[in-house]
């Protein structure tokens, strides 16, 4: 009886811990999401709030920290158990560091309003934060679901989230070379692309952290590409 | 977990909850005229009220052995050959909108097709919470698993992969049965129309003005300068001509485009034989092969060859990916089409290559063809009354049908654009 009320307690903060970080994946897609409607709209207001929203992530990070250190001296956990703490310690920190990353683009918004840009810009910008958050929510859906056998499509679209930045890269160094007055705003976006792409690698990371979490091992790396010629996927992969 | 023990498990889980709404049917038969009454005031009894009464009602009704509960014996004895073997699974099956029974730790229990088929893995004993991230979800599932209300309702919208938007109801089902539901209603439609109004605007009148500009342009030099030459007047009309063309096609892309992102999900498809349907696709842009004066050539596998889907819109697809290979890939002379089976991919895709040898695409435009208006040299393609929307369009329909788009190219040596359908 005894020991049975234990374990159950244990599993609670256990679970707290995972509950904790699915709310903080909510917190930071929806930060991220709306950081770039402010941008594509020129919505201070909103990005304000994505602003001010970053706090709570923060403020949840700095909790699971604790619970963890807590468990860990209390239960002294081993094997699954010890990776499942772990792997919260890790993802938490993921998940505030996207949350920085679309408070740093919501912070550019009035910057970037001030000199309107060509609509295409925006529409690359979109299909990039597109699939970063497609990345990201596949990812945290693995979290839920554990099933960590098709999780190589993080890989794919890591790749694909590479190129299209590398593309909008290209193209804001063209209008910055045509005319000196784009540079400043471009430059904003230029940051605003670079952060989207890195919110795809913190996705890819805690991507890994779970494999390793439900495995035990590290995910295979990358296969070699079959050939040189240029090529891109492009699809809304379901897992 | 394999999914034979999920499968077992879920059974398990269902006679459960069946057991208990039989212990609980005097308060259930309460929950009914509640729920009915609720949902009656709200926007009258959909579907999913009348489903959610019938598997209520049938939890009552169900025949019973013990002696006081005789008067719902007599009605058991009326209902009974109709609700005998009804199940909570196919209760739950029957109603078109997604729905999930989940239990107190917030787990699943069961998920009806229709909620499998909107957000995917929702295996029974994964947690819900951490499913539905959405900070609004998470405070709603929350404050009815810890018994602060009964019911609630909020909206939800997903962004990605496809947007769509929810009203949301979770409810605790009946009192004590420890079970809780969550049914989804779709708004998207109401939403979408909203934003393809506006959207639909926006587009078109940025598009449509340099058509509009070079039109009105050549019509004052017609009436001014050129009044008098023949040669120029012909040449105009021309280029006038042109450019109408192009606007009836931005705007039949743009509406199609449209139609499409009104309605994400594929209706039930039908089976669809791909060599016939590419075939079709050829003989349909004969004309324009042979007015580019393109060859084409088909290497297609000798099996018959079946995919799901909407016949139109694939076609659609073949017929963008063609034209364009015809049009762009034009100073290769040649088109080469090929179908491969689901044997010939390790992940057992069957794919249909479009490959043309003209002047290839650039690496850094690749991963952007498919964005609303995008094209890499704008002038060669409104020489050729593009509108940019094709590819969007092909993107789009494929991720209807779960299918994916992948280009290569090498510069100099013209583009392949490939359609992988996923194994059926
Ligand atoms: N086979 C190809 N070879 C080279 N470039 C291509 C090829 N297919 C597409 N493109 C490029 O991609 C761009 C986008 O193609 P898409 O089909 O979306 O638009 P479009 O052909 O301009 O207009 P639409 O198809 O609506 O008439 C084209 O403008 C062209 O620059
Ligand atoms: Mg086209």
């Known amino acids: 009886m005894q020991s049975h009320h234990i374990v159950s307690a244990y599993d609670d903060e256990l679970k707290f811990l995972t509950r904790k970080i699915a709310a903080m994946g909510g917190h930071a897609e929806r930060m991220v999401d709306q950081a770039i409607v402010a941008l594509v709209n020129a919505d201070p207001e909103l990005a304000q709030q994505v602003v001010r929203d970053d706090a709570t992530l923060d403020e949840a990070e700095r909790e699971i920290d604790d619970r963890a250190i807590v468990i860990?001296?209390?239960?002294?956990?081993?094997a699954g158990d010890l990776r499942e703490i772990i792997g919260a310690i890790r993802i938490s920190a993921d998940l505030e560091r996207v949350g920085d990353l679309g408070k740093n683009v919501a912070k550019r918004v009035v910057a970037v309003a001030e000199g309107r840009q060509p609509v295409s810009l925006y529409r690359g910008l979109q299909a990039l934060a597109e699939l970063a958050l497609t990345q990201l929510k596949e990812v945290l859906d693995v979290y839920a679901s554990r099933s960590v056998e098709r999780i190589e499509f993080v890989r794919d679209r890591d790749n694909q989230i590479d190129a299209m930045y590398t593309s909008l890269f290209r193209e804001l160094l063209t209008y910055m070379m045509e005319d000196p007055r784009n540079i400043t705003p471009c430059t904003h976006l230029l940051f605003c692309a670079k952060n989207i792409e890195r919110i795809g690698d913190h996705a890819t990371n805690i991507a890994e952290t779970i494999y390793y979490v439900v495995t035990g091992d590290q995910m295979p790396p990358e296969r070699p590409k079959q050939d040189k010629t240029h090529r891109v996927t492009l699809a809304v992969d379901t897992q | 977990m394999t999914e034979a023990s999920n499968e077992k498990r879920g059974r398990r889980m269902m006679r459960l909850f069946i057991h208990r709404f039989r212990q609980n049917r005097w308060m259930l038969a309460a929950a009914v005229v509640c729920v009915l009454a609720v949902h009656m005031i709200a926007d009258g009894a959909g579907p999913v009220a009348i489903a959610i009464a019938v598997l209520l009602v049938c939890a009552a009704l169900a025949p019973s052995r013990m002696p006081r509960e005789r008067a719902a014996e007599a009605v058991a004895a009326a209902g009974h050959h109709a609700l005998e073997?009804?199940?909570?699974?196919?209760?739950?099956?029957?109603?078109?909108?997604?729905?999930?029974?989940?239990?107190?730790?917030?787990?699943?229990?069961?998920?009806?097709?229709?909620?499998?088929?909107?957000?995917?893995?929702?295996?029974?004993?994964?947690?819900?919470?951490?499913?539905?991230?959405?900070?609004?979800?998470?405070?709603?599932?929350?404050?009815?698993?810890?018994?602060?209300?009964?019911?609630?309702?909020?909206?939800?919208?997903?962004?990605?992969?496809?947007?769509?938007?929810?009203?949301?109801?979770?409810?605790?089902?009946?009192?004590?049965?420890?079970?809780?539901?969550?049914?989804?209603?779709?708004?998207?439609?109401?939403?979408?129309?909203?934003?393809?109004?506006?959207?639909?605007?926006?587009?078109?009148?940025?598009?449509?003005?340099?058509?509009?500009?070079?039109?009105?342009?050549?019509?004052?030099?017609?009436?001014?300068?050129?009044?008098?030459?023949?040669?120029?007047?012909?040449?105009?009309?021309?280029?006038?001509?042109?450019?109408?063309?192009?606007?009836?096609?931005?705007?039949?892309?743009?509406?199609?485009?449209?139609?499409?992102?009104?309605?994400?999900?594929?209706?039930?498809?039908?089976?669809?034989?791909?060599?016939?349907?590419?075939?079709?696709?050829?003989?349909?842009?004969?004309?324009?092969?042979?007015?580019?004066?393109?060859?084409?050539?088909?290497?297609?596998?000798?099996?018959?060859?079946?995919?799901?889907?909407?016949?139109?819109?694939?076609?659609?697809?073949?017929?963008?990916?063609?034209?364009?290979?015809?049009?762009?890939?034009?100073?290769?002379?040649?088109?080469?089409?090929?179908?491969?089976?689901?044997?010939?991919?390790?992940?057992?895709?069957?794919?249909?290559?479009?490959?043309?040898?003209?002047?290839?695409?650039?690496?850094?435009?690749?991963?952007?063809?498919?964005?609303?208006?995008?094209?890499?040299?704008?002038?060669?393609?409104?020489?050729?009354?593009?509108?940019?929307?094709?590819?969007?369009?092909?993107?789009?329909?494929?991720?209807?049908?779960?299918?994916?788009?992948?280009?290569?190219?090498?510069?100099?040596?013209?583009?392949?654009?490939?359609?992988?359908?996923?194994?059926?």
């Open chain 2, 85 to 424: 073997g009804m199940s909570g699974e196919h209760l739950a099956a029957a109603v078109t909108d997604p729905l999930i029974v989940f239990d107190g730790d917030g787990a699943i229990v069961h998920a009806n097709q229709a909620a499998f088929d909107a957000f995917g893995n929702l295996t029974p004993g994964i947690l819900l919470l951490l499913k539905f991230r959405a900070p609004e979800m998470q405070e709603m599932i929350q404050s009815v698993l810890f018994g602060r209300v009964s019911s609630r309702e909020i909206d939800y919208v997903e962004r990605v992969p496809i947007e769509r938007a929810f009203r949301v109801t979770a409810s605790a089902v009946g009192r004590g049965t420890g079970l809780y539901v969550l049914v989804f209603k779709d708004q998207s439609e109401a939403r979408r129309i909203d934003r393809m109004r506006a959207d639909f605007i926006a587009n078109a009148s940025h598009e449509l003005r340099t058509p509009l500009a070079s039109i009105s342009g050549f019509v004052e030099t017609l009436r001014g300068p050129a009044r008098d030459d023949a040669a120029a007047r012909d040449h105009f009309l021309q280029i006038m001509q042109n450019q109408t063309v192009r606007m009836a096609r931005l705007i039949d892309d743009l509406l199609s485009l449209s139609r499409l992102e009104m309605r994400p999900t594929l209706k039930p498809g039908v089976r669809i034989d791909l060599r016939g349907l590419v075939q079709n696709v050829i003989d349909s842009l004969a004309p324009l092969a042979a007015e580019t004066g393109v060859s084409i050539e088909r290497d297609f596998p000798d099996m018959t060859l079946e995919v799901y889907g909407d016949r139109d819109e694939l076609f659609q697809v073949f017929e963008n990916l063609l034209e364009n290979a015809c049009k762009y890939g034009q100073s290769g002379g040649r088109v080469a089409i090929s179908i491969a089976g689901p044997l010939s991919s390790p992940e057992g895709e069957t794919t249909v290559t479009i490959r043309d040898f003209g002047p290839g695409i650039a690496e850094e435009h690749i991963p952007r063809l498919t964005e609303r208006f995008y094209r890499v040299d704008a002038g060669a393609s409104r020489a050729q009354k593009g509108t940019g929307l094709g590819l969007a369009i092909v993107k789009h329909i494929l991720a209807r049908h779960n299918a994916r788009l992948s280009i290569r190219s090498t510069l100099g040596e013209g583009a392949a654009f490939t359609v992988h359908f996923p194994p059926a």
């Open chain 1, 72 to 78: 860990i001296a209390k239960r002294q956990p081993v």
